[in-house]
């Protein structure tokens, strides 16, 4: 039997990629194993896929700042290497993915200590912490942006573009106007905070709906937690998070606001929807989604907004902009190939597997 093993979380961004890949292994007969975190979002994500086993390891936050808790990392570290090593020991994969993500750390080391050669997919325009500390253990390290190639280990490393899910462009408007009961015939706003939600976006939203429903019905993704049962205008719907439902609401969605996660601006761009990126500030960030959305504005996909910016007038303003400007976003989203990224990466994983390439 043929054996992967898939890791990456933390974040939806952590595995999205694998979720993209993974029913192209099943289908080519291979069994899938993952290794997340106990109570990760990778682990709520993954139990929803079909015949993919899924163990829970230790992991540390390795954080860049002062804290009591990073005493206690390298210790958690330690003991997800060992946990790690046990279930490649005994599940045997002829190839790893790794997406990232704190929980990736332990389980690349443990793969170079088992010989298991390890593909990194770094999807943001610089390397965060847990992939640099992942790209010394990895026989292939793959970037989404060609200019993060300046930033990852030159003789290892190779620009493959966005890995899209195949299921995203499979949305069925029929379906998204069941689900959010929109009667109006009017522009769909989708507004996006990120797994996690954005507190920020959330308010700008919020102060600004009365205004915005004059123009637009508005899908509002506010991220678990922060759904507000108060807000009940006609045109106006809130979740938390969606999944099996994303592709509808994208396929209804004109225009995007979100932040700036790599995965889901690709996604943006494969699907021709004009977006307003509000990237995670350096106050709270290591600054991978200011780069991210500066790239995509040179380019003509986005407009962005810096978080620090965000006013209720200056929100309505760019989104003012963005609706004058959506057709030429579009037209340059055009020209932009969706590159067979995945088919490339998919390639790469089984001729690892059957070791034809040099580990």
Do not use: W
């Not at 979720?19 to 994500?45: C, H, M, N, R, W």
């Not at 280990?153 to 899209?164: D, R």
């Not at 379906?175 to 989708?190: C, Q, S």
């Not at 009940?232 to 209804?252: A, I, P």
Request: glycine content about 8%; hydrophobic content about 35%.
């Amino acid at each position: 039997m043929k054996r992967i093993l898939f890791t990456g979380g933390g974040t939806a961004g952590h595995v999205i990629v694998n979720t993209a890949l993974i029913p192209s292994f099943q289908e080519k007969g291979y069994e899938v194993d993952y290794i997340g975190s106990y109570e990760g979002i990778e682990k709520d994500l993954i139990e929803e896929m079909e015949k993919v086993n899924y163990y829970g390891i230790s992991t540390g936050k390795l954080r860049r700042y002062m804290s009591k808790e990073n005493i206690k990392d390298p210790f958690k570290v330690a003991k997800g290497i060992i946990q790690a090593l046990s279930i490649l020991r005994k599940r045997k994969p002829g190839v790893i993915f790794s997406k990232g993500g704190f929980v990736s750390v332990p389980v690349v080391i443990a793969a170079k200590l088992a010989r298991i050669p390890v593909l990194i997919h770094e999807s943001d325009y610089t390397p965060g912490l847990a992939n640099k500390l992942s790209f010394p253990f990895a026989d292939r390290i793959l970037t989404t942006f060609p200019e993060t190639l300046e930033h990852v280990p030159e003789k290892k490393s190779e620009y493959i573009g966005a890995v899209i899910r195949d299921e995203l462009f499979r949305g069925d408007v029929a379906k998204a106007k069941l689900l959010t009961g929109f009667r109006e015939d009017k522009p769909v706003l989708l507004v996006m905070g990120g797994s996690s939600g954005s507190g920020k976006i959330n308010e700008a939203i919020r102060t600004n709906l009365e205004e915005l429903l004059k123009k637009y019905n508005i899908i509002h993704l506010c991220g678990k937690g922060h759904k507000d049962e108060s807000y009940s205008e006609k045109g106006y719907v809130q979740y938390e998070y969606v999944t099996d439902e994303l592709k509808d609401l994208l396929e209804f969605s004109d225009l995007v606001v979100s932040r700036a996660g790599s995965n889901a601006i690709f996604e943006f761009v494969a699907l021709e929807k004009p977006m307003l990126l509000i990237p995670l500030s350096r106050r709270v960030s290591r600054g991978d989604q200011i780069l991210n959305s500066q790239s995509f504005e040179r380019q003509g996909f986005a407009h962005t907004l810096e978080e620090e910016q965000v006013t209720g007038e200056s929100f309505l303003e760019a989104i003012r902009r963005l609706d004058e400007d959506q057709d030429n976003l579009r037209d340059r989203m055009k020209k932009y190939e969706v590159e067979k990224s995945k088919e490339h990466v998919i390639e790469l994983l089984e001729r690892y597997e059957k070791g034809r390439d040099q580990r």
